[in-house]
Structure formats: C-alpha cells, structure tokens
C-alpha cells in the first residue's frame, strides 16, 4: 500500500474485554514496530518483527499483551483483560533495510473505561 | 539506561517568530538521531542526522548534531500556525532500538 494503515482509528472497550489492533505495513518493508503512547508521554516500544526472525517482545509490558506477524506481513496487536491503564494511542510504524524510523501509520486510539 | 531529554516542555509564539528545539540524549551506541512532527497521532518524519555539524534543511526548518555535546536543535524560522504541533526527537541505538523523547509541544499563535 502507500502507507502504513491501522485499525481500528479508535477502540472504546469496558475493562476486562479484549481487543485486537491491525497493523497493515509498507508493501515490502520487512520490519515492523508497535509503539505505545499515553497521554503526554514519549513512544514507548512493545514489539519489533524483523522478516522471518523471531520477535523482540521485550517491551511488551505484560503477558496480556501479544503480537503475531502473519505471512511477514499485517500484524496484530492483541491485549487481553483490559485494564485503564492501557489507554494510549497504539502506534505501529514499518522500515526497510537502514533507512531509519520514517514511517508510522495513523494509531489506533485505546480508551478503557 | 540510556535517555533522550527534550527541551522545552512546552512553548508558545507567534506567528513570524523563530524557534528553537533540543534534543540532548545519553545512549551507549549512537547510530543517528531523527526529528518527527506529531499533529495528531501519527509522527512525520521530518530529518535523520548521522554527522556532526551537517545541517539538514527543508524550508523553514532546519537540524544540525553535535555528537561530542550529544545533542540536535530543531530550528523553525517564520512559524506559521500549521507549525503548531508536537516535535518528537529519537535516538537509535542499535540495529532497532529507537529511544524517544517526550515531545516539545509547540503553538503558534496568529
């Protein structure tokens, strides 16, 4: 595609629910990221896929909070039990080779009521 | 643990005024620095920098680093309102480690 896509724009959920975020990445892009950011804050990093390589999911901040990379290409970002706490806007963003971090799609919005 | 430090928190001008963001940053493998310009949810990038003292430029704004003081500046000339955002500044250090700053928000005022 022309670039990153992400899905849902915004997610309003009760806590408890689950829900997932898809990421769609540049059409041959082999890397791509998930960040979050709360209200104010920075991006903090959850996950990095590299084409076929396992995941960093070191950033990850709980084992409710999962990614998978289908075909090395859409991701999904699935956090379940949701608590208030995870409301942030989910940020994904996709690169080739060395050129750097310059391409984030548009967030999708969590709000956990 | 390695940080990247923006300064100021805030700012606000008007239009026609100049300014000037930081970025200081302490991290252990320096590959390069990038600006971003976030209006709503999605960062623009706007520059990466590798080299100390090489100005990058595009229009009104325009970044420079300085890898032995360890920080850029974000320069905007002539701000306008569409100016009006939040500037992020990120530091990689690894092969995809990307440290980011909390942001400057700037507004410009007509």
């Known amino acids: 595609g022309a670039g990153v896509s992400q899905s849902p724009s915004n997610k309003v959920t009760e806590k408890g629910k689950d829900v997932e975020l898809r990421c769609d990445p540049i059409s041959g892009h082999t890397a791509l990221y998930w960040y979050r950011q709360s209200l104010g804050q920075g991006l903090e990093f959850l996950i990095y896929f590299q084409g076929n390589s396992a995941p960093d999911k070191s950033g990850l901040p709980s084992d409710r909070f999962s990614a998978e990379r289908t075909g090395g290409s859409v991701s999904t970002l699935t956090i379940q039990r949701t608590q208030q706490e995870d409301s942030a806007v989910y940020l994904c963003?996709?690169?080739?080779?060395?050129?750097?971090?310059?391409?984030f799609g548009p967030g999708s919005r969590l709000t956990v009521l | 643990e390695d940080k990247v430090v923006q300064s100021p928190l805030s700012l606000v001008v008007h239009e026609g005024d100049t300014v000037t963001l930081n970025c200081s940053y302490e991290v252990t493998n320096f590959r390069s620095l990038l600006w971003y310009k976030q209006e709503k949810k999605a960062p623009t990038f706007l520059f990466m920098l590798t080299s100390s003292g090489i100005e990058k430029k595009s229009g009104r704004l325009s970044s420079i680093l300085d890898k032995k003081e360890l920080f850029s500046i974000l320069n905007i000339t002539a701000t306008q309102t569409g100016d009006s955002a939040v500037y992020l500044c990120?530091?990689?250090?690894?092969?995809?480690?990307?440290?980011f700053g909390t942001g400057t928000r700037l507004k410009v005022l007509a």
């Open positions: 963003a996709s690169s080739q080779g060395a050129g750097g971090l310059k391409f």
């Open positions: 990120a530091v990689n250090s690894g092969t995809y480690k990307y440290i």
